[in-house]
């Protein structure tokens, strides 16, 4: 009798392999323990290990064969890909792959970062770089490679939220003796969303409780299996202060790089990204570019966002004057007409008229969307989804234990194998931050939330940018909503509304409401029928109805902002100065 089939994926929890073959996870753990290999029920083994234990029961593995169009299915294709789709193939060539550094602060971006810079940027140069334009090459064996000067995820993303995507490679730095932590995490997940390959640098390795091995085996449970695990992913030992492993490093870079076939035509339309830009007070604008398609010259017009200008100069990053520039080169230029984004895609067109007209087309634009901007709900997703705007719902979850976490995850992991496709971006515990709100911009995604608030920032930040934040208290809720917008029934849901903040100035008490909390109304204003959420720094330390408001010895209805009033809360009385109120409502949408 021949043995059962079945398809494994590169690299898999042991939960989940326990689960598709029908056996305990105990019972895997156990085989795995006869062949060597040390392993808990949410670790990931790679596809060999897997098939030597699901051989055992009867099982023959073959490697899961992704189709093309899963792969595109909830990501985005690289904009240095659809910048280039209108090429003639023979035209193209490889440029240099530009990359940028992320990883968990103190984990060594910027000492690494400094390292590649003084050991391989223009060696023996008096003094280094003379001028710092956000970006810079190094030459490894003849090739060069550019380099992103801002390191961290919140850059990085906030660029794929404005539309464009500078680098080709993410370099992720983690500390051998610290390990994966949060930001990490959160790195890895906005590179893995934009599609970009990434490579691990293991940062101080020279120390003496640095640890590979455990590091390894955290970025195995987070599916960047390492290449000597029998991965996909290069893990290259470095020490940023010693500067040991940068050649090794950047010899990673070139290979992943070819792996990705990274071209341009440098005759073709010249098209970029504006990596930063300033207003000097002598020199006018100044703008830092990233070429990454054609040849950008002196004299060349440029429109960059809602800017344009004739080029007065073209600097490389040493400060050289230079008349032209290839893909894949970062230079500072100057005479724009006022100072772009960063993150703006730049184009040479051929008139300062056709310049012009571009501008007030995209003025009209902006000022059209800004009216029409609306959260984008589960129920707009589902509906794109079933006019094939959209192949997915992608979420980010927070919650605010990992034992909340873990079966969250996977409820809604099951809800993902119908017909329409859900991805989970990120996954993590804690409140709602600015980070996961420039994510879901970027990625167009849903945040959802268990037993945790979203900061006040975060709430900002996702009003402007029309990210749906949902919160809630039971688990089967959250999933019973999700389940089903993707069948398309989902009813109409509350959705909080902020209406007014203020600022407790001082407290004192009344004889009939106890303790009152002094107030300034700092934005919008305050309505005696409204919900009120106090502030302590991050912490949310009341949430409730209010119990009254008063103005002077008068009950009132509403405060405006600039006005002071009293405040008391029903059943709470821990009031201290310096707290901030947020008065909001609870509408249908």
């Given at each position: 009798m021949s043995n059962k089939k079945i398809d494994?994926?590169?690299?898999?929890?042991?939960?989940?392999?326990?689960?598709?073959?029908?056996?305990?996870?105990?019972?895997?753990?156990?085989?795995?323990?006869?062949?060597?290999?040390?392993?808990?029920?949410?670790q990931s083994v790679d596809f060999d290990t897997a098939a030597i234990v699901v051989a055992e029961y009867g099982f023959d593995a073959t490697p899961e064969v992704i189709e093309e169009e899963v792969k595109k299915e909830m990501g985005e294709v690289p904009l240095w890909r659809q910048m280039i789709a209108g090429e003639d193939e023979k035209h193209l060539k490889p440029r240099p792959p530009v990359v940028t550094i992320l990883g968990h602060v103190d984990h060594g971006k910027t000492s690494l970062l400094d390292a590649i810079r003084t050991t391989e940027v223009a060696a023996g140069e008096a003094g280094g770089i003379t001028q710092h334009i956000g970006a810079y090459q190094v030459e490894q064996k003849g090739r060069l490679i550019t380099f992103l000067d801002t390191p961290g995820h919140a850059a990085f993303t906030q660029?794929?939220?404005?539309?464009?995507?500078?680098?080709?490679?993410?370099?992720?730095?983690?500390?051998?003796?610290?390990?994966v932590m949060p930001q990490t995490r959160e790195a890895i997940a906005h590179a893995k969303a934009a599609r970009v390959p990434i490579l691990v640098a293991l940062n101080k390795v020279d120390k003496a409780n640095a640890n590979p091995d455990r590091v390894k085996q955290q970025l195995a449970e987070l599916e960047l299996v390492p290449d000597d695990w029998g991965g996909n992913t290069m893990v290259i030992p470095v020490s940023a202060k010693l500067n040991q492993g940068?050649?090794?490093?950047?010899?990673?870079?070139?290979?992943?790089?070819?792996?990705?076939?990274?071209?341009?035509?440098?005759?073709?339309?010249?098209?970029?990204?504006v990596i930063e830009a300033e207003l000097d007070k002598s020199k006018g604008v100044l703008a830092t570019f990233l070429?990454?398609?054609?040849?950008?010259?002196?004299?060349?017009?440029?429109?960059?966002?809602?800017?344009?200008?004739?080029?007065?100069?073209?600097?490389?990053?040493?400060?050289?004057?230079?008349?032209?520039?290839?893909?894949?080169?970062?230079?500072?230029?100057?005479g724009l007409s006022d100072v772009p984004s960063a993150g703006d895609l730049f184009r040479v067109v051929a008139t300062e008229k056709e310049a012009r007209a571009i501008i007030s087309e995209r003025l009209e634009a902006i000022k059209g969307q800004a009216q029409a901007k609306k959260k984008m709900s589960l129920e707009d997703l589902f509906a794109n989804v079933q006019i094939g705007e959209t192949k997915g719902?992608?979420?980010?979850?927070?919650?605010?234990?990992?034992?909340?976490?873990?079966p969250i995850v996977t409820e809604l992991n099951k809800l993902g194998e119908g017909e329409i496709g859900l991805k989970?971006?990120?996954?993590?515990?804690?409140?709602?931050?600015?980070?996961?709100?420039?994510?879901?911009?970027?990625s167009k995604a849903i945040i959802v939330g268990f037993n945790?608030?979203?900061?006040?920032?975060?709430?900002?930040?996702?009003?402007?940018?029309?990210?749906?934040?949902?919160?809630?208290?039971?688990?089967?809720?959250?999933?019973?909503?999700?389940?089903?917008?993707?069948?398309?029934?989902?009813?109409?849901?509350?959705?909080?509304?902020?209406?007014?903040?203020?600022?407790?100035?001082?407290?004192?008490?009344?004889?009939?409401?106890?303790?009152?909390?002094?107030?300034?109304v700092t934005e919008g204003e305050l309505r005696r029928n409204a919900k009120a959420r106090l502030y302590r720094g991050a912490d949310i330390v009341f949430e409730g109805d209010m119990g009254s408001l008063r103005h002077e010895k008068d009950d009132v209805k509403e405060i405006k902002q600039g006005f002071e009033c009293g405040v008391g809360f029903k059943n709470f009385s821990d009031i201290q100065p310096s707290d901030i109120l947020v008065c909001y409502t609870v509408e249908n949408s």
């Open positions: 494994l994926p590169a690299s898999i929890v042991i939960r989940d392999l326990a689960q598709m073959i029908e056996k305990s996870p105990i019972e895997i753990i156990k085989k795995l323990m006869t062949n060597g290999v040390m392993a808990t029920i949410n660029m794929r939220a404005r539309g464009a995507q500078g680098a080709d490679v993410v370099i992720l730095v983690v500390a051998a003796d610290d390990g940068i050649d090794d490093l950047l010899e990673g870079v070139l290979l992943v790089a070819d792996n990705a076939e990274i071209r341009a035509n440098p005759a073709g339309v010249v098209i970029g990204t070429v990454q398609n054609g040849t950008l010259e002196s004299g060349d017009i440029v429109v960059a966002g809602t800017s344009y200008g004739k080029l007065k100069a073209i600097n490389d990053f040493k400060g050289k004057p230079i008349k032209k520039a290839g893909p894949s080169t970062p230079v500072a230029v100057m719902l992608n979420l980010i979850i927070k919650a605010d234990v990992q034992g909340s976490l873990d989970i971006l990120h996954a993590e515990t804690g409140n709602i931050g600015n980070n996961d709100v420039m994510l879901a911009s970027a945790v608030q979203a900061d006040v920032d975060a709430r900002r930040t996702a009003d402007k940018e029309g990210v749906d934040i949902r919160l809630y208290e039971i688990i089967y809720r959250m999933t019973e909503d999700i389940e089903k917008a993707l069948k398309g029934m989902l009813a109409p849901v509350t959705v909080e509304k902020i209406i007014g903040r203020a600022q407790v100035l001082q407290v004192f008490t009344a004889s009939k409401f106890g303790r009152v909390a002094g107030c300034r």
